[in-house]
């Protein structure tokens, strides 16, 4: 039994050594065309340094309560993301057991048997390292048996430790993919949010300017009737007001659907879900930039592109290993006997060891293409993890210059809107001292609702695309 052991030990050790070493290449991170800063950052960027500005959940810096109570609940209702978190458990499950194949397989077995034969029949000779056990002779034989035995393929040649490697890549493509997966919800939360509050604010605008257009078809429909205007004053005024109406239902219908998504994103039945009216401020924080080789660690779709193609490189060593022979280990220790109550003496024990090794001679090219699948595979991983970050980089310009161009335009916006509703007021005095014709009032008030309207839009824009500039970001900006 020492001399077995011995020799099991030996084969184990030797197996070991050569499991030190791992076929196929070993991963190196592929370079990504990468600019030393944003081009579009260069005039825009706030002067304020980054680390004098709240690092905590990127949301918060629009001040909002309700935002805040919105986007905690994403965290855990969202189904997208629960089932995001199962992937990732299940590639996790999968690594503990890919690295489960590094260790031996142990089994216990036990059986018993009864067996019968002619009477000129002879016992059953069993015999083992312990000595021999006679049973039956007669019409029927027992026998009793139960063993220990383990099988172990040693990774001589690093198939398993590449294919662990490969499932640990695997796994963290499931972690990249679910913070991903948060960030996009929650910044699909967040521009949802903002919408319907710019619709809210619309609204008021909208019932305000029917109470404006309501006003001047009740002058307008009087001084007709008075002779002094003709009717068409009075068609005009009846006409904006009826296309505000409009306009207001049309508004009605939009906050409606803003407010089933954020249900459905905060993992509630529509039906079932309100979010009460509330004044918009248009908030917007200052976000620095950063530089562009802060994506590579911050973006979690970039960092998921980059564990693909360590998978992928990891499969090239498994592929490779095909052309290795394989090494099998069997061990076993246990006793036989014909009665139950002398099973376990020692004299009835029985032990076996022995090593297999299996090597393909022809397959014709089999192995060879499948090694060349692995590495086109690879290839394909590298060509997207690097259009993956040129695509970040195009995002975060992206949304730059239009953070950028939007602040110019908010400015310009608010002062055609002033000199409009100026006029507008200006007109209306004019129109009802008869100085001016209606048509001259209509265009007024339509220039001045259309710049109001305006106004309204784009500072939704500036704060949705502040939210889509921090995604692009990577969420936030830690480490900048």
């Not at 916006?413 to 129109?431: C, E, G, S, T």
């Not at 500036?462 to 889509?468: C, E, F, G, L, M």
Request: hydrophobic share 45%.
């Amino acid at each position: 039994m020492r001399n077995a052991l011995f020799r099991i030990a030996s084969v184990s050790a030797l197996a070991a050594g050569l499991a030190a070493c791992a076929v196929g290449p070993n991963y190196v991170r592929p370079s990504a065309p990468i600019s030393p800063t944003f081009k579009e950052a260069a005039g825009w960027a706030p002067a304020a340094p980054a680390d004098t500005l709240d690092r905590g959940p990127w949301w918060t810096l629009f001040g909002d309560p309700v935002l805040n109570e919105l986007e905690a609940k994403v965290l855990v209702s969202n189904q997208n993301l629960i089932a995001a978190e199962a992937a990732y458990r299940q590639a996790r499950a999968v690594v503990r057991e890919d690295q489960a194949s590094l260790f031996p397989t142990v089994s216990l077995t036990g059986s018993g048997t009864r067996s019968g034969g002619g009477s000129g029949s002879s016992g059953t000779i069993i015999s083992g390292g312990g000595g021999t056990v006679v049973s039956g002779g007669g019409r029927s034989r027992t026998q009793y048996r139960a063993a220990i035995g383990a099988t172990w393929e040693p990774d001589v040649w690093g198939r398993i430790r590449r294919t662990i490697e490969a499932s640990k890549a695997n796994a963290q493509v499931g972690e990249a993919t679910l913070a991903a997966a948060q960030l996009s919800a929650q910044g699909e939360l967040a521009t949802d949010y903002f919408g319907l509050r710019q619709v809210d604010a619309a609204i008021e605008i909208e019932r305000a300017t029917i109470a404006d257009y309501q006003r001047s078809f009740t002058i307008t429909d009087n001084r007709f009737k008075a002779g002094i205007a003709p009717h068409s004053d009075a068609l005009q005024a009846q006409t904006l007001l009826a296309s505000a109406q409009a306009d207001l239902s049309a508004l009605v219908q939009q906050r409606a659907n803003f407010e089933h998504a954020i249900a459905v994103l905060t993992g509630q039945a529509p039906g079932s879900f309100n979010l009460a009216a509330a004044p918009w401020t248009p908030k917007i924080p200052d976000i620095p930039a950063g530089v562009p080789s802060a994506l590579l660690q911050r973006r979690p779709d970039i960092a998921a592109a980059e564990r693909r193609v360590a998978a992928a490189n990891a499969q090239i060593g498994v592929q490779v290993s095909a052309y290795f022979p394989s090494l099998t280990l069997t061990g076993s220790y246990g006793y036989a006997a014909a009665e139950l109550g002398n099973l376990f003496v020692s004299s009835n024990s029985l032990w076996s060891y022995g090593a297999s090794i299996a090597e393909t001679l022809i397959d014709f090219g089999a192995r060879r293409e499948r090694v060349h699948e692995a590495e086109a595979a690879h290839d394909q991983a590298v060509a997207q993890y690097r259009e993956t970050v040129l695509e970040a980089l195009q995002d975060v310009e992206d949304q730059l210059i239009a953070s950028r161009v939007l602040a110019e335009e908010t400015v310009l916006r608010q002062q055609a809107f002033d000199n409009a509703n100026a006029v507008q007021k200006m007109l209306n005095n004019r129109y009802q001292a008869g100085q001016v014709s209606y048509t001259d009032v209509v265009t007024a008030q339509i220039t001045a609702y259309q710049a109001q309207r305006t106004l309204l839009q784009t500072a939704a824009q500036r704060q949705s695309t502040a939210v889509a500039l921090i995604q692009s970001l990577g969420g936030g900006w830690k480490g900048l």
